[in-house]
């Protein structure tokens, strides 16, 4: 079906990328005992075969041949998209060749110790990583929770826009518009989808993207306001309600609680 050019395609993971930093350590040749959540393996010719990647959190070594093992730090329980994603997503290099040669790169560079190497890795595993997840939004459609909301071809005009613009007062009237529905079945379709309501999925954007101001040294006034919230008062009841502390415990990025 071809979309509408009123209501076009919006970006589904800039945002991510923008509010959450991707790093990447290569672990060791040998993997056995070292924390990583990125596996590429491949055949005894080199050529990459799958990309194995666990969201949220270090996983056993395949038994398959190990091209390239890395430990992917990306917002980690902060992030939604990556709590939305399979505990274990594992992709066939060859069902995406452009995953194919970024991934081929990757391992390359991480062969060699070359000038600029940790940044060539960052670059390219934050390719390979965003690949990943597309991959993961195309194909879990018919699921329940955020990837399927970025999946639907109407109702992820409206989480990307209020991901793009979490400070405005977003009315449900305004999102309906965006995902070309009528007001009623937006709110209907949307809880059916993505597990929450609008205004259920929208102070969760919030509070994610408060609480990664809060553990970058942020202020909780001016962090209210920046997330869309009409004071730190209320950001403070909200925040509380979610993680259970206030948010100034937040202010040294080691008390971050995934709860």
Not at 93 to 116: H, M, Q, W, Y
Not at 120 to 139: S, T
Not at 158 to 178: K, N
Request: positive net charge; contains cysteine.
């Amino acid at each position: 079906m071809i979309e509408s050019t009123k209501f076009p395609k919006r970006d589904r993971l800039s945002a991510f990328f923008e509010a959450f930093e991707l790093t990447v350590t290569i672990a060791p040749a040998d993997v056995s005992n070292v924390p990583a959540n990125l596996f590429v393996t491949g055949g005894s010719n080199g050529n990459v075969e799958h990309v194995i990647f666990s969201a949220r959190n270090a996983m056993p070594a395949p038994s398959a041949s190990i091209l390239l093992a890395a430990d992917v730090e990306f917002g980690g329980v902060t992030n939604p998209l990556l709590n939305a994603m399979p505990e274990r997503f594992v992709v066939i290099a060859k069902e995406v060749p452009f995953l194919d040669a970024v991934t081929a790169a990757f391992v390359a560079e991480a062969s060699d110790i070359r000038c600029g190497r940790q940044v060539v890795l960052n670059r390219l595993c934050e390719v390979l990583v965003l690949l990943v997840l597309r991959r993961a939004i195309d194909i879990e459609a018919t699921g329940l929770g955020l990837l399927a909301g970025l999946s639907h071809p109407s109702l992820h005009r409206a989480i990307v826009a209020m991901h793009d613009q979490p400070s405005r007062t977003w009315r449900t009237e305004d999102l309906a518009e965006l995902s070309g529905m009528s007001r009623t079945r937006f709110m209907t379709l949307f809880p059916k989808v993505v597990g929450m309501t609008p205004a259920a999925y929208l102070t969760s954007w919030r509070l994610r993207l408060g609480q990664r101001a809060l553990s970058r040294g942020g202020r909780v006034k001016s962090v209210a306001q920046q997330v869309g919230f009409g004071s730190a008062a209320a950001f403070s009841k909200a925040y509380s309600r979610a993680f259970g502390h206030p948010p100034k415990t937040l202010r040294d990025p080691q008390n971050l609680s995934p709860y």
